[in-house]
Structure formats: structure tokens, C-alpha cells
Nanobody, 120 residues
């Protein structure tokens, strides 16, 4: 099982980016999916998460600006980021709670990270 993230880049303050993360491999089911970020010198923090049932939660710092969604058929989670600020600059990691075919119990998977830089 792998998570492949894409969509990062350089954007000016106030701009938008959309991150995608697709899960692939021998997957039985996917429960929660989410995004974390880690800025230089800081700990990794939760950005947003979406449950298997579709409920979402966000870090206070991104509420009203970021939206997380998922395409169940494509095993993909998205993060739409609007009104970006310089403090959003970080490496963004996708995360998913996946039950693979083997072993048949839930495991935690991480994507490789994608850089988001907000700068003029």
C-alpha cells in the first residue's frame, strides 16, 4: 500500500493550491484520511482530517480557508487551500488509516510529503 501526494508548489499570499493524495495497492478498506504539515523547526501538526463517514475536523489556524474532501471510488483525499498565508509554508503529508488485504487489520500510512511555499 502506498500514498502518493501531489499538488504542492510556490504560491503568493492570498493564493490557492489543491493537494491530492491517492492510495494504491492491495486495499481492503480505507477509514480516516487526512493531512498534516511540518514547518522548519516545528513539530508535525494536523491540518485536517476526514472520517470514513465523511465528517471533518480542522486545525483552528486553517478553519474557513482549507477544505478537505475525498473521492471514495478513487481512494483519494484532497486539500483545497485558499487565502494562503506565509505561515502555511510547510511540507504537507497525507495520512490514511487503511485496512490492507494482508494483514487484515488497520494500519497507519503516510505519503512522501509535498512542499507548499507561500511567498511573494
Amino acid at each position: 500500500v502506498q500514498l502518493q501526494a501531489s499538488g504542492g508548489g510556490l504560491v503568493q499570499p492570498g493564493g490557492s493550491l489543491r493537494l491530492s493524495c491517492a492510495a494504491s495497492g492491495s486495499i481492503r478498506s480505507i477509514n480516516a484520511m487526512g493531512w498534516y504539515r511540518q514547518a522548519p523547526g516545528k513539530q508535525r501538526e494536523l491540518v485536517g482530517r476526514i472520517s470514513g463517514g465523511g465528517s471533518t475536523n480542522y486545525a483552528d489556524s486553517v478553519k474557513g480557508r482549507f477544505t478537505i474532501s475525498r473521492d471514495v471510488a478513487k481512494n483519494t483525499v484532497y486539500l483545497q487551500m485558499n487565502s494562503l498565508k506565509p505561515e502555511d509554508t510547510a511540507v504537507y503529508y497525507c495520512n490514511a488509516a487503511i485496512v490492507p488485504n494482508r494483514p487484515p487489520y488497520e494500519l497507519d500510512y503516510w505519503g512522501q510529503g509535498t512542499q507548499v511555499t507561500v511567498s511573494s
